[in-house]
């Protein structure tokens, strides 16, 4: 999970490393998802989201499909 | 509070505090009980992933999401203390956790140029940047050090 200066920036570096290029996450999005899952860690409360949990709180804030969801086996057998 | 849940909250508190990943003798010092006992919940609290331990030694913690035991590119300012981060997400996560502004420098991957973020007053101020999310939500714990 690696900050880039543009998408330009992701796409030479993907390119580079021979990695695919998977969905990009914005700045907004990205605190969205620091609140949600950090925001109450030094609580008693606190405790990692199940896999459904983590599949709605992506939802919630615009990253759906199967590479957001912690069960799916779509990437079970990816090289 | 059950004991796991007391030692998590020792670790997240003395990271906190003094920005230093405790170890299991730092906390059995902190809540008063043995080594051996720390270092048992902390095999349980990896259990649950919410810590990851350095290879081969069960009395120190490489992460506490969001904290990284180690240093890292990606550093967050909260008043006069830096704290390292384990990723992207976790460095807006730490200013998360412990709600307070932060200044986040972080590098690109691409072209090592500095990144630099502020988070003021709850949000993230306009700047330039995305994040790449390379592994799949359903492999990130197959190697979480390189997620």
């Not at chain 1, 606190?46 to 709605?56: A, D, F, I, K």
């Not at chain 2, 999401?65 to 990606?74: A, C, E, K, L």
Request: charged share 20%.
């Amino acid at each position: 999970m690696l900050f880039f200066r543009s998408e330009e920036h992701v796409d030479h570096w993907c390119q580079a490393n021979g990695v695919s290029k998977r969905p990009l996450v914005s700045l907004d999005q990205l605190w969205q998802l620091a609140v949600i899952w950090y925001g109450n860690r030094l609580t008693v409360e606190s405790r990692r989201p199940g896999p459904q949990e983590m599949v709605t709180i992506f939802s919630q804030i615009g990253l759906e499909g199967p590479f957001w969801d912690p069960k799916s086996d779509q990437w079970a057998t990816a090289p | 509070m059950d004991f796991d849940t007391s030692v998590k909250l020792n670790i997240y508190q003395m990271v906190a505090r003094t920005t230093r990943m405790p170890t299991s003798i730092d906390v059995a010092l902190g809540i008063g009980c043995s080594m051996a006992d720390a270092e048992q919940a902390f095999q349980r609290l990896v259990e649950k992933r919410l810590l990851v331990l350095e290879p081969s030694s069960p009395s120190r913690i490489r992460m506490a999401p969001p904290f990284s035991g180690i240093v890292t590119q990606h550093q967050v300012k909260i008043q006069d203390k830096v704290y390292f981060a384990n990723c992207a997400w976790d460095a807006f996560g730490i200013a998360a956790a412990l709600k307070h502004d932060a200044d986040i420098e972080s590098a690109c991957a691409d072209c090592g140029e500095t990144l630099q973020f502020q988070i003021r007053n709850g949000r993230p101020l306009p700047h330039e940047g995305v994040v790449h999310f390379a592994v799949p939500a359903a492999q990130w714990w197959q190697d979480i050090v390189y997620t």
